[in-house]
């Protein structure tokens, strides 16, 4: 009946409806367009037996603590990987991992369970044990950001070294010579990325890295607020490069906890997904991605791989744009 | 092997295992540990088969656009509901729904699709079509937020109207006279109630109600922002009752476009479940809710409904806490 209603070839129709790559996009739009006109619901338990396939991509998530505020980076990207999946056959399910190393064990239920087609996860560390386990497992995945694995795997990932050298540059540029960096953990490889991006740009000015300047935390707003103010107190701090905007929250509060009567006198440089800059009293430089596309982009390339596509070709860094 | 393990029969662990209301939470967590020691999957294919369930509660959420910072509230809901299925056999899949009315859409393909053991939903109208169609369907569902149908459904909700009073008569108690509402749109059940709210705080204090100081907007940062600058502009506005914690960014924003100078005069507000409060120059009044309390309770109803429990049963009201 689809076939008949569009014209075309039965074949071309069960092309479409299966996914299959010879499909175009516009093709398999208007094959399931006609399809729900028609009342036509796939029966996926049938495609699933046939298959040995779940259907299901699961995106492992750190989520914050109950009240402070979140990154809100983190729904924009499991909205993006909403819109890739939309019109697919796939569902996401989503999984929190709590922190302290549960991810691995939350990792092999899925695996041990065959729960899933693949998963999506962030938070990489350059010899990233969960990455490892799913390379041995042979389980489909791709990574918010890099390892430094031998084995290829699919990653989306923002320039981050380029990212804290833009930021850092534009305080340097505004007459700020004693920049702190508040950034996280430095066991993840955003991490060191971003230090390398700080200490280049500290570099080609001229300027000394002091180590007393930076700060690996937690990245929220609470632990921002202390290392800021405590960073005012008793250093030269005169600006900040923040890892994210909740950092940038705390870190705004912080210095006006120790220095009210300064607060105009700091800049602070933020990487976000967001426009929150424009809802503060002074607007922060602002590295800018947008986090709908990345999480876009981490689903896109996981059913790409899920559907025959090498892992070493699924591989896109994007560089964050100054607002 | 887990019985003869705990020293317990082999009814109780076969009752702790299929989530008995007959088993304490103890043996439960008891059981699962043994059971994950042993390296014990559950095949969960069989118990669909058997019992003709999908064990995927859906969560149909409305997500914000690309750049702006979207209520981190929703994030909180979203982690709740996780944390209450993170020890049972129930997943969670999101669905996003774009604005519009394509949330019965959604909900179509569900049913047809026979893909979900119920739904867990917001923004709720009083005579909410999509509660409508579920009961209709008989398929389990939970709402967050009330509505004024005549069947019984599970509901979670906030007292938003007493939420609404609460931000109104302290505004008054702080000397303000001219107290805006910036609030979501006026269809949904949640607006009804706290328009309701301000309106018995104003009268209680001899305040009249008047209509030019009400904004039913769509609750986002930069549509609040315009709104209150053009209210600060052209009427005598003191301050803000706030619906939300990125209604109050942008209406700060708003004030300080519209009178930078004055923006030390004006207080605010919000209803939050987050301490966002915490980071801002002049603290906001805030009516503060537990949004993972909210997320746990919802899944928790939604998982007691589906193994029996009645709706009329599974309705609570929670009252916000002035922080």
């Known amino acids: 009946m689809i076939a008949e209603r569009l014209g075309v070839s039965v074949t071309t129709v069960a092309r479409a409806v299966n996914g299959s790559p010879k499909t175009s996009v516009e093709m398999t739009e208007k094959v399931n367009r006609v399809a729900e006109e028609l009342g036509y619901v796939r029966n996926m338990e049938g495609v699933k037996l046939r298959t040995g396939r779940t259907f299901v991509l699961t995106a492992l998530l750190n989520f914050p603590t109950d009240t402070e505020i979140g990154d809100p980076t983190l729904l924009g990207i499991l909205q993006g990987i909403h819109q890739r999946c939309a019109n697919s056959d796939y569902s996401i399910q989503t999984i929190i991992a709590p922190d302290g190393g549960e991810d691995i064990r939350e990792l092999e239920k899925l695996v041990r369970g065959r729960a899933t087609d693949g998963v999506i996860m962030d938070h ?45 540059k534009e305080l340097i540029r505004l007459g700020h010579k004693n920049i702190a960096l508040l950034d996280g953990p430095a066991e993840f490889t955003y991490v060191l990325q971003r230090m390398a991006g700080y200490k280049r740009a500290l570099a080609e000015e001229g300027l000394s890295y002091r180590e007393t300047l930076v700060r690996n935390l937690d990245p929220q707003a609470n632990v921002a607020r202390e290392a800021a ?9 005169d600006s900040f490069v923040c890892v994210n905007d909740i950092v940038l929250m705390g870190a705004r509060r912080g210095v ?42 981490l689903a896109d390339m996981l059913i790409r791989q899920i559907e025959g596509e090498a892992p070493a070709v699924l591989q896109q860094i994007v560089k964050t744009e100054l607002l």
């Open 124 to 168: 990489t560390t350059p010899q990233d044990t969960r990455a490892k386990y799913l390379l041995e497992m042979e389980l489909p995945f791709v990574t918010f950001g890099r390892t430094e694995l031998f084995s290829q795997h699919a990653y989306f990932d923002v320039d981050n070294e380029f990212a804290a050298w833009q930021g850092t």
């Open 229 to 237: 103010a405590e960073l005012v107190r008793t250093t030269d701090t």
């Open 256 to 297: 006006r906890d120790a220095a009210a009567n300064r607060i105009e006198e700091f800049n602070f440089s933020v990487r976000s997904g967001t426009n929150l800059g424009d809802y503060l009293a002074k607007r922060p430089i602002t590295s800018y991605f947008s986090r709908l596309d990345a999480g876009w982009n």
